[in-house]
């Protein structure tokens, strides 16, 4: 399974690794369904971070020539 402390971008990795070895169709029954709890673990995991990043993200704003930030919606 994913590492701890792994970056999105990691995440997006081994996901992506795990479904082509799904896909090719080389794995036994059980090592498909181990493939695929792994590969629903990381996309649970990426959209966890895709959810914290988009809670923090804040969009910089021009008003009466000043700079706001406000959060995102």
């Known amino acids: 399974m994913e590492e701890k402390g ?3 971008e990691e995440n ?3 996901l992506e690794k ?5 896909e090719s ?3 036994n029954l059980e090592d ?3 493939k695929f709890e792994e ?4 996309a649970k995991r990426c959209n966890e971070m895709l959810e914290e990043a988009e809670k923090s ?3 910089l704003i021009k008003k009466d020539d000043k700079i706001i930030e406000e959060n995102f919606e």
């Open 57 to 59: 993200i804040t969009v």
């Open 32 to 34: 498909s369904i181990k």
């Open 39 to 42: 590969g629903m673990e990381l």
């Open 25 to 27: 169709g080389n794995l």
């Open 18 to 22: 795990t479904v082509q070895e799904l």
């Open 6 to 8: 792994m970056n999105f």
């Open 12 to 14: 997006v990795e081994k």
